[in-house]
């Protein structure tokens, strides 16, 4: 069973707008991590932000928020003041406290910044 | 410039070939892991080693043979590789403690095209 989903194949924004990927996640595990990352067209992953199941408040790094509604089992990402640099890729993960050292990963939004 | 270090960049090898792709980080992480990527396609995870010990495989082909040395190194041993092998290969470390707040931090990947 898919237990990430991001069902946003690609995405647009003007540049300096805001922006939010969609994330979605299924487990029964009350102990969890959220993560996002970014991939640019040169390859690498960049870890972007973290979400703890039991963190009380929206984390926030800079220009990038994450949207928490745990009833919902939703992790959305929130870009600020979108920049032409932002342009890539964007995953959503979760690692469970039951799940060893495994990561799981969403299918990955497009972003593509429009100047 | 990322923590984690992965070396070549880019490798093109023939389907007879032996090739090892290697990756380093000084972070002081005791998981590392290895993940195959396709064009447009989340990370797929291969291996994971936790504390030098090989914790998880993902079924891969034996053709793919990971090796841990120490704490700071993970090599990926490729033997008689098929075209359906080309890929992104990251590499991957975290803290490697239970708890599912740790983020992995990637190399940039290793570009492997089999001829």
């Known amino acids: 069973a898919q237990k990430i989903t991001q069902t946003q194949p690609g995405m647009f924004v003007q540049e300096k707008e805001a922006v939010t990927l969609d994330c979605t996640y299924d487990?029964?595990?009350?102990?969890?991590?959220l993560f996002w990352y970014k991939q640019p067209s040169s390859g690498e992953m960049i870890f972007l932000i973290y979400?703890?199941?039991?963190?009380?408040q929206n984390a926030t790094e800079g220009r990038y928020s994450l949207n928490f509604q745990k009833a919902r089992k939703s992790a959305n990402l929130v870009i600020s003041a979108s920049q032409l640099g932002d342009s890539a890729m964007y995953f959503c993960?979760?690692?469970?406290?039951?799940?060893?050292?495994?990561?799981?990963f969403g299918t990955g939004t497009r972003l593509k910044v429009l100047a | 410039d990322t923590e984690v270090t992965q070396t070549p960049k880019h490798l093109v090898m023939g389907m007879t070939n032996k090739k090892s792709l290697k990756c380093e980080q000084h972070?002081?992480?005791?998981?590392m892991y290895w993940y195959k990527q396709k064009a447009k396609k989340p990370p797929e995870l291969m291996f994971v080693?936790?504390?030098?010990?090989?914790?998880i495989n993902e079924s891969v082909p034996s053709r793919f043979s990971p090796e841990c040395p120490n704490s700071s190194l993970l090599n990926l041993h490729l033997h008689a590789l098929q075209p359906e092998d080309s890929a992104l290969y990251l590499c991957?470390?975290?803290?490697?403690?239970?708890?599912?707040?740790?983020?992995?931090?990637f190399g940039d990947g290793t570009r492997l095209s089999i001829l």
């Open positions: 991957a470390s975290s803290q490697g403690s239970g708890q599912p707040s740790q983020p992995q931090h």
């Open positions: 487990t029964s595990d009350p102990s969890y991590g």
């Open positions: 979400q703890g199941s039991y963190d009380q």
């Open positions: 993960a979760m690692r469970e406290v039951s799940g060893t050292y495994k990561y799981i």
């Open positions: 972070m002081g992480h005791r998981a």
């Open positions: 080693y936790s504390y030098e010990k090989l914790s």
